[in-house]
């Protein structure tokens, strides 16, 4: 099956930790994507990136920090910076940077204590 | 980047049809709507995108005039299982800034009733 997985479903963390979250895609696309949302709210743009070796910073990119080493991953770092991190977490790739259609995994629910 | 306007919620009965409006009345020419939808706790699915006139898929028609500066969502009667919230969105895929220029707002949340 082609999908997109994220690891863990939930992650608890003290404050003051960094934390990464994992992001994997098996569909072979180029473009992926880091979203941030908090609760009744919608959701914001965190990192993206087009294509390996390359990323952009989203909307609300401080405290985070992204890799993208090989075209199937790519992890989020929430670092001791990020002043709120408590959130839900979510990945979403496509095909390429111009298609509109974006495939999003299951979700990260991460809180810190 | 177009702005969206939707409504923040709507009830529906089971087995009606549903309609929701989104309003972008700067929507510039070579823009895109595209509709999602996501159940709690999981990420967003994409359900139908257009650029004029209709469109229709096996979950949903789309709707948009011919000024472009709105666009139905339609949900041929509805289940229960369709109690989600609905995304609009507009943009260009073809500008070199592709789909993360896409603004997911805070949607319509759509509740269907037994």
């Known amino acids: 099956d082609g999908g997109i997985t994220q690891s863990p479903k939930y992650l608890f963390r003290k404050e003051g930790q960094n934390v990464t979250l994992s992001c994997e895609q098996n569909l072979n696309h180029d473009a992926m994507y880091w979203y941030r949302q908090d609760p009744g709210q919608g959701l914001r743009l965190i990192y993206y990136s087009q294509i390996v070796n390359d990323f952009q910073k989203g909307d609300i990119a401080e405290g985070y920090s992204v890799s993208r080493e090989k075209k199937e991953s790519f992890p989020l770092t929430v670092t001791s910076a990020q002043k709120n991190p408590t959130a839900f977490y979510l990945c979403a790739s496509s095909r390429d940077r111009v298609d509109n259609e974006q495939f999003f995994g299951p979700g990260t629910r991460l809180t810190v204590l | 980047l177009a702005k969206t306007t939707q409504p923040i919620s709507m009830d529906s009965y089971e087995g009606q049809e549903v309609n929701i409006t989104c309003s972008h009345n700067n929507i510039a020419t070579n823009d895109y709507i595209t509709w999602y939808q996501q159940f709690p706790s999981q990420g967003p699915r994409f359900i139908i995108q257009g650029y004029k006139t209709k469109v229709t898929n096996e979950v949903a028609s789309l709707f948009i005039p011919a000024d472009r500066k709105s666009s139905t969502l339609s949900l041929p009667r509805v289940s229960l299982s369709d109690t989600a919230v609905y995304y609009c969105?507009?943009?260009?895929?073809?500008?070199?800034?592709?789909?993360?220029?896409?603004?997911f707002g805070k949607g319509t949340k759509l509740s269907v009733i037994p």
């Open positions: 969105l507009v943009g260009d895929p073809y500008s070199g800034a592709g789909s993360y220029q896409l603004t």
